[in-house]
């Protein structure tokens, strides 16, 4: 007993010295930076300035290193990874009850298991109204009518990207849960095949990069070309940038993958004249900075504190 409330003391005096010392240093060395008052720790020294990012070709990681730009974050850092290593530190970290910051997107799984929110983004550098597109190599409407108009047709929403996604996190094979998916929405199948006339065996190359997101969209289109379609279809997965030329110089017959008009803004400014874009296959769909819930900031902006 005795011992214990001579800890509490101590641990208690540390407390007062420490809030005296965050108080002192604030008030000289501070020019104009105002302290939230708290003692606790700023979010960026809780974080180490990192923020987790993703394979270095992606759209987001462009956006994120304009946002440190803009927000004027300049002892961030951004940290290259890939999707799976980002949702491998996410989890990590949630687990800990830690704090962390990702680059982040929706439609994700991340979201259903997660407790999450976006931080807000007054300055719209991650856009507004973004749309995933579906885009083809010119001359492929004329050489495969069928799987052109079925691409062209293809648009689904990310509750139903979010089956498929989900079945995979939970541990089936790509492949699979995209099979399941096409069993049991057999209506949605019909309205894209719908009077098509089916091919026997022609060979078609779809282009995307391993994100969680394009793995289910592209795993369905492969399914469905394969199955209903008559294609034998390879899927390649690349980097963004390879993605995007491969399409461009025709040896790629289309991506599912094109996140437009900001993600992928570069990309779609370079090849504009060598690709055919057939539209949104998906809107409604968003990136930004995202944190667990539990980690007490709103905005971009509470990063330079
Ligand atoms: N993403 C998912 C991609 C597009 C799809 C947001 C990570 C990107 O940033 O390029």
Known sequence: MKKQSKWLMLVGLAGVLTLSACNSGSGSADNGNTENGSSAESIGKQVNHEIIGIDPGAGIMKATSKAIEEYGLSDWKLIEGSGAAMTATLAKDIKAKKPVIITGWTPHWMFSKYDLKYLEDPKKVYGEAEEIHTVARQGLKEDEPTAYE????????????????????????????????????????????????????????????????????????????????????????????????????????????????????DYMDKYKDKVDDLGANMTGVKTGLVVPSYVDINSIEDLKK
């Open 150 to 265: 079925f691409l062209d047709r293809f648009e689904w929403t990310s509750d139903e990207m979010g089956e498929i996604m989900t079945a995979i996190e939970e541990g089936a094979k790509p492949e699979d849960a995209a099979k399941k998916w096409a069993e049991d929405h057999p209506d949605r199948v019909n309205e894209w095949i719908k009077d098509l006339k089916p091919v026997s065996g022609n060979k078609l190359k779809l282009s995307y990069v391993a994100w969680d997101s394009e793995i289910a969209s592209t795993n369905l289109l492969q399914y469905i070309l394969q199955e209903k379609l008559g294609y034998k279809v390879t899927a390649l997965q690349v980097e963004a940038g390879p993605m995007w030329t491969g399409v461009a110089n025709g040896d790629v017959d289309a991506t599912a993958a094109a996140w437009l008009p900001l993600t992928h803004a």
